[in-house]
């Protein structure tokens, strides 16, 4: 008999709040995604300032610190310093850039984070007078592929990768970057699938309405 334990950790919702009220169903998936999406983001963080200590002591006086500062500038909408003002793909590229001598993990995940809002069009949580355009959406997704290969492939000025991250050493597979930003590769998709599905469907409801409307009408019985 197999006695292993097969309790692996239960979903949990959050409780119900006024914000809510305000919201369809599209407008509470897109909110627990970018949620989610900075969640990931910022437990990257943490990862990539481990194998990569000497970028936080760039700026910071502690790694900790440094992450606060990094997420504060991410949630208030704040430029981040080391990036010269640039916002979007821009912060993206110039924090990817072989000769940028800042601290790379606080730019790569400000820039990243960055990107992603601007795609949700400005926004981390979503109310009925927002839309989407899923087209972004998608587009935020192959930018995150696009910047995880650059970041594991690309050299910097003396020759090394731009981070460490994954490793696949003699002592063993360590895969955890590459399943973290897949996740968030995942999420940006289901919601870009989601945005189209749900216009889509309105067309078949209207439809679905029409006919219904002419044709599954209850008969007088007497």
Known sequence: ????????????GASISGREMGQSDTNRIATLGMQSNLDSLYLLMAKLYRRNPAEWKKTAASRDESIKR????IEQ??????????R????LSLALAPEFSGD????????????????????TEFFLVDGLDAQHVYNAARNIEIAVWLLGNRRNTEGKVLLLSDDMGEAGRNLSFEREFG????????????VTEKYRRAGINYVQNMIGGSFLQFLPVR
């Open 70 to 73: 990094v997420r504060d500038a």
């Open 1 to 12: 008999m197999d006695t292993a334990s097969t309790k692996h950790g239960e979903v949990k």
């Open 77 to 86: 909408r704040q430029p981040w310093p080391g990036l010269q003002g640039q």
């Open 183 to 194: 996740k968030i590769v995942g999420r940006l998709d289901l919601l870009a699938a989601f």
């Open 88 to 91: 979007d793909i821009r912060a």
């Open 104 to 123: 790379r993990v606080a730019a790569f995940i400000y820039a990243s984070a960055d990107m992603i809002i601007t795609a949700h069009d400005g926004k």
